[in-house]
C-alpha cells in the first residue's frame, strides 16, 4: 500500500497550496474500479453497472459540465492544465505503472516463454474508452491510423474514411502511431470507442499508457473550426475547459490505485501457490489429468492440489517377525493394511510419543508423511448416477484415486471446465489448463517429451487446418446459394427492408464475408500485443485457430436455418388452428375469473406442458390440454391488486379470457417487449416476426415473405441432401454451381477436432440436420410434429405420427425410425425399441444416436456386453456423446459380475 500512501500524500501537500479555484480534490476510499474491478458506481444515479471499465477524457468536458456529470465514469489519470494538478497527476500514473511492473514477472527469461511468469488475473470486464470520454477526433485518428496499419493500404483508407485528420509526420500523429502499437489484436477499435481487454498487469499498463497518452494529445483549441481541426491544432495552453472534472478524475485516479491494492492480495496469493507448487514431490496426478473415484467409481478432472505433512503413529517391528507387520519390509499402522513407507511420502525420522496414560510405549512411534489432496471438477453425468450426489467440484486423497486409461472415458462434460481450461488435447488425452492453473503449477506438464512427438502433433494440426477450410468454403458456398434464392424470390430485400427477408439476407452475407464474430469472441481470444506474446500468431486473424472460425461459421448458418424453419412451421401450425383461435395478436383481454387485463403477446394452439392440474382451470370442462394458450403481459396494477404483488406475465386458457370492452382497454401498465409498438390509438402492433409466425396478414409484402421462406427452407434441405449424399428416396437434382464442397464425413472430422463441449454441440447439430433434411417438406413437417408431441409428453399422437411415417410416406427416413424407437423405449417396450433403433442404424451405420439407444436399452435389460459394444461404437462416432458415463458405470456393473 506504500505507493498509494505517497500519493495520498502529496496530494495533502498539493490542497494547502491550492487556490480556491482547484480546491477540493478529495481523495475517495469508498469505490472501487478495477480490482473489485468491474463495476463502476454512478453516484448522481446511485446505481451500479457490472459491465465496463470507462475513461473520461479532459477534452471531452464542455464548459457547461457539472461535477454531477462527471463523476459517473471511471478514468485513467489525465494531464490537468494546472501545474499542482499535472504533478499529482503524473504522480498517480507512475504509481500506477509501478504496480504494474510489479506482477509483470521475468519477461524475458531463458526458457524462452515470454510473458510466463505474468501473474494473471481472473476473467474480468474489459476497459472502455469511448467518445466523449475520449475526444472524439483523437480515437477517429487512432483508429485511422490503426486501419492503416494492419491493411497496409492507406491510399485505399483514406478514399475510403471521407474525412483524413492526420498530418503526415507530424509530432503528434508520430505519438500516435506509438500508442497504437499498445493495442492488442483481440481489441475491438472503431471511431465511437476502443475496448480493451484486461488480462494481467502488463494489460493494465499498456492500457493506462494508452489511455494518459491519447487524452494528452487530445487537447484541441476549441475555438478552431472543427470542420478543419487536426492533430497539428494541438493547444496544451488551452484554458477554456471546465475545471471540474479535472479534479474529479483525480480522485478517480486514486480509485484505480486503490482497486489495485485490493486486487494484489489475491495476485500475491496466486505468487505464493506458484512457489509452493513448484515441488511436485509426492505428486502422482497432474493438473488436467482424468482420474477416477476407486470407491465411488466417478470419472472427474484434477483442477489443483496440495500437499500436507500428517503425522501418523506405526507400530514398532518386530526383527524377528517381520510378517506381524504386515510383510516384510513394510510400515503398516497397527488399524490398517495401507503402506506408510518412503515411497509415500514417509519422514524417516521418528519420535517416541506417551500413550493416553502417560507412559511411554516402547513399541510404538510416531512418524509422519506427506498426504496429497487433489481439487477436482466431477462429470456431470457421472455425479448425477454416483450414490453420494456430488456435483460440480469436490476433493479427494491421492490415494482415493486412479488414472483413467480407457480412451473413450476422458471427454467430461462438466460445465465449469470452461472456466479453468482451455480445451481438451486428443494427443495427450488431457485438459489443456488454462493461464491461471498454468501460472499455480509451473512443473505440472506431464508431456515434457512433447517435442519428441511434435512431427505427429504437427500433421494432426495440418489435417484439422485443412478440414476446418473445407467446412468454411461449404458454409459460405450454402449461404452463396440461399442469397440468391431470395434475390430470385424478392428481389432486392434488404433495398425494400422486406420485414424477416432483409435480416436473414444480412446475416448470410455477414457469413459469406467471415464476420461471424462477436465481441465476446474477440475480446477473450488469445491476444497478441497486450499479454507479451507480440510476434506470436502475427499472421492469424485475432489469433484465432481455424477450427474456431469454421465452428463460428456453421453455428451462424444453423441459427439462420432454425429461425427460418421454426417461423414457418409455427406459421404452419397457426393456419391450420386458426379457426380455434379467438383473440389476435396485441388483443387487450380480461381473465374471467381474478379479472386482470393484459395484452396478448403469443398464443399456443395446444398448451406446452401439462396443465390439467392447474388450480385455476379446474372449473373448466373438457380437456384442457386440448385447448389454446395465451401468453399475455399483465397489467401490473390488476396483478398487484388481485394476487398482492407484481405478475406482469400470465400463461392463460382461452376459456378464461374475454374481449375487454374500449372502456377498459385503456391506460394498461404494462411494459411491452422488444418490437412491440404502442399506436396513438392505444392499440398494440406485434412485431414482423411474430405476424408471420402467428399467420397474420403482413401487408403486401405477405405473399412475397411467405413464398421466399418456402425456397429458402427447401434449398436448406436439398443442400443438407446434397452433402450426406442422399438417398434411394432422398433423390434432388442440383447445378454444379450449386455444388456444396463439403461431405458428411468433413462433418464428422469437425466433430472429432472439437476441443470443447460447446464447439462439439454444434458439430453434431449440423450433422443432426443433415440426418433430418427431407426431399418432401410435408414428411419433413409431419416429423417435426411427431417431435413437438414428444416434447409435449404426448407419446401416443407421437408414436402414431412416426409409424405413419415410416410405413405409408417413406421406410427409408431414418430420422423417424430413431425416434420411433424413442417412444418405444419411453412406453418400456424394450424389444420393439431394439428392432427400430436397429432399423435406423441399420439405414445409417453413423447414427450415433441409433447406436447410443441400443446400448441404452441393452444396459437396462442387464445385457452388459452388447451395451458396451453400442455404447463404444456411438463414442466413436461422437466422441463427446453423454454415453460416456453410461459406459462408465456399465463397465463396472460387468467387472462385478465376472
Known amino acids: 500500500m506504500s505507493s498509494l500512501l505517497q500519493a495520498r500524500r502529496l496530494s495533502s501537500r498539493l490542497r494547502r497550496n491550492r487556490s480556491p479555484k482547484v480546491n477540493g480534490v478529495v481523495v475517495r476510499t469508498n469505490r472501487s474500479i478495477l480490482g473489485t474491478v468491474a463495476t463502476s458506481f454512478d453516484n448522481h444515479n446511485n446505481s451500479c453497472s457490472s459491465s465496463t471499465l470507462h475513461v473520461r477524457s479532459l477534452s471531452s468536458a464542455s464548459s457547461t459540465s457539472t461535477p454531477k456529470e462527471t463523476t459517473s465514469s471511471s478514468s485513467i489519470v489525465q494531464v490537468p492544465n494546472s501545474p499542482t494538478q499535472k504533478i499529482l497527476a503524473k504522480t498517480l500514473y507512475r504509481q500506477i505503472l509501478k504496480w504494474s511492473g510489479a506482477y509483470m514477472g521475468d519477461s524475458g527469461n531463458s526458457n524462452g516463454k515470454s510473458g510466463s511468469t505474468i501473474t494473471p ?26 486501419k492503416e496499419k494492419n491493411t497496409n493500404n492507406k491510399t485505399e483508407h483514406n478514399s475510403n474514411s471521407g474525412e483524413n485528420i492526420l498530418t503526415k ?4 500523429t508520430q505519438k500516435l502511431k506509438k500508442l497504437a502499437a499498445l493495442i492488442p489484436s483481440n481489441a475491438i477499435l472503431s471511431q465511437s470507442k476502443l ?12 492500457a493506462t499508457r494508452l489511455a494518459y497518452g491519447l487524452n494528452h494529445i487530445g487537447f484541441y483549441d476549441t475555438s478552431a473550426d472543427s470542420s478543419n481541426s487536426n492533430i497539428d491544432t494541438f493547444n496544451e495552453s488551452n484554458d477554456n475547459y471546465n475545471d471540474d472534472p479535472v479534479k474529479d478524475r483525480i480522485n478517480l485516479g486514486f480509485d484505480v490505485l486503490k482497486s489495485l491494492n485490493q486486487l494484489s492480495d489475491m495476485l500475491d496469493e496466486r505468487k505464493s501457490s506458484r512457489e509452493a507448487h513448484k515441488d511436485r514431490s509426492h505428486v502422482k496426478f497432474h493438473i488436467g489429468q482424468v482420474v477416477r473415484h476407486k470407491s465411488h467409481r466417478w470419472r472427474a478432472i484434477i483442477g489443483g492440489w496440495t500437499k500436507e505433512e500428517v503425522e501418523v503413529k506405526v507400530k514398532a517391528k518386530n526383527d524377528d517377525n517381520e510378517d506381524n507387520d504386515g510383510g516384510s519390509g513394510s510400515n503398516s499402522t497397527s488399524l490398517t493394511n495401507k503402506d506408510y513407507g518412503t515411497s509415500t511420502g514417509m519422514n524417516s525420522k521418528e519420535k517416541i510419543k506417551d500413550d493416553d496414560d502417560g507412559n511411554v510405549d516402547a513399541t510404538a512411534a510416531a512418524t509422519t508423511r506427506t498426504e496429497v489432496e487433489y481439487t477436482i471438477h466431477l462429470d456431470e453425468g457421472d455425479a ?33 471446465l470452461g472456466h479453468y481450461f482451455d480445451a481438451f488435447d486428443p494427443m495427450t488425452s488431457a485438459f489443456l489448463p488454462g493461464q491461471v492453473l498454468q501460472y499455480e503449477y509451473p512443473n505440472d506438464d506431464e508431456n515434457e517429451d512433447k517435442v519428441q512427438e511434435m512431427e505427429k502433433a504437427l500433421e494432426y494440426q495440418m489435417a484439422k487446418h485443412a478440414n476446418a477450410k473445407v467446412v468454411i468454403q461449404g458454409v459460405r458456398q450454402m449461404a452463396h446459394n440461399l442469397l440468391r434464392v431470395i434475390l430470385d424470390t424478392s428481389s ?14 444480412a446475416k448470410l452475407t455477414k457469413i459469406i464475408t467471415g464476420e461471424v464474430d462477436n465481441d465476446g469472441d474477440l475480446l477473450f481470444s488469445s491476444p497478441v500485443g497486450m499479454n507479451g506474446n507480440s510476434n506470436a500468431g502475427a499472421n492469424a486473424a485475432h489469433h484465432q485457430s481455424s477450427h474456431k472460425v469454421a465452428i463460428r461459421h456453421l453455428h451462424a448458418l444453423l441459427n439462420v436455418e432454425l429461425e427460418i424453419n421454426t417461423a414457418l412451421y409455427q406459421r404452419r401450425v397457426a393456419e391450420k388452428n386458426k379457426e380455434r383461435i379467438n383473440f389476435p395478436l396485441g388483443a387487450v383481454v380480461k381473465h374471467k375469473k381474478y379479472g386482470f387485463r393484459g ?8 398448451p406446452k406442458t401439462d396443465v390439467s392440474k392447474w388450480d385455476g382451470l379446474q372449473h373448466i370442462e373438457g380437456n384442457v390440454n386440448d385447448m389454446p394458450f395465451y401468453h399475455l403481459l399483465a397489467d401490473i396494477d390488476d396483478t398487484t391488486r388481485e394476487f398482492g404483488q407484481e405478475r406482469p406475465f400470465r400463461y392463460v386458457c382461452q376459456e378464461n379470457l374475454e374481449a375487454c370492452s374500449e372502456k377498459d382497454n385503456k391506460n394498461l401498465n404494462i411494459t411491452l417487449d422488444d418490437g412491440w409498438v404502442q399506436t396513438d390509438d392505444m392499440e398494440y402492433k406485434a412485431p ?13 409484402d405477405d405473399g412475397t415473405i411467405l413464398t421466399c421462406m418456402e425456397a429458402l427452407h427447401n434449398e436448406f434441405d436439398k443442400m443438407m441432401i446434397q452433402i450426406r449424399g442422399g438417398s434411394n428416396s432422398d433423390k434432388s437434382e442440383s447445378s454444379s454451381e450449386d455444388e456444396i464442397p463439403l461431405s458428411l464425413g468433413d462433418m464428422f472430422k469437425l466433430l472429432h477436432n472439437t476441443d470443447c463441449l460447446e464447439d462439439a454441440f454444434v458439430a453434431e447439430e449440423g450433422i443432426k440436420e443433415m440426418w433430418k433434411a427431407h426431399s418432401n417438406s410435408n414428411t419433413r413437417w409431419t416429423l417435426d410434429e411427431g417431435t413437438n408431441h414428444l416434447l409435449r409428453g404426448d407419446k401416443v399422437k407421437a408414436m402414431g405420427i412416426y409409424n405413419r411415417i415410416v410405413e405409408e410416406e417413406d421406410p427409408e427416413y431414418v430420422e423417424a425410425w430413431n425416434k420411433k424407437a424413442t417412444c418405444h423405449y419411453m412406453f418400456g417396450e424394450m424389444p420393439l425399441s431394439i428392432d427400430a433403433a436397429s432399423k435406423a442404424a441399420a439405414i445409417n451405420k453413423d447414427h450415433f444416436q441409433a447406436h447410443a439407444g441400443l446400448g441404452l436399452v441393452y444396459n437396462d435389460t442387464n445385457q452388459y456386453a452388447k ?9 466413436s462416432l461422437n466422441p463427446w456423446s453423454p454415453v460416456s458415463s453410461r459406459l462408465n458405470t456399465c463397465l463396472d456393473s460387468l467387472r462385478r459380475l465376472e
Open 121 to 146: 488475473f481472473d476473467p474480468i470486464p474489459p476497459l472502455t474508452l469511448m467518445t466523449p470520454h475520449i475526444d472524439e477526433r483523437t480515437l477517429r485518428a487512432l483508429a485511422q491510423i490503426h
Open 169 to 172: 509526420d507530424s509530432h503528434e
Open 195 to 206: 475496448i480493451l481487454p484486461i488480462e494481467n498487469a502488463r494489460s493494465v499498463k499498456n
Open 384 to 416: 448425477s448416477q454416483s450414490r453420494l450426489r456430488v456435483m460440480g467440484s469436490t476433493t479427494a486423497k491421492q490415494h482415493e484415486l486412479e488414472p483413467v486409461v480407457d480412451d473413450d472415458l476422458k471427454r467430461l462434460r462438466n460445465s465449469l
Open 492 to 505: 432486392c430485400a434488404k433495398e425494400r427492408k422486406i420485414p424477416l427477408i432483409a435480416s436473414i439476407d
Open 599 to 606: 395484452v396478448v403477446v403469443t398464443c399456443d394452439p395446444y
Open 688 to 700: 414482423d416476426e411474430l405476424l408471420f409466425s402467428h399467420a397474420e396478414n403482413m401487408g403486401d
Open 867 to 875: 451395451a458396451i459394444k453400442f455404447y463404444r461404437t456411438s463414442l
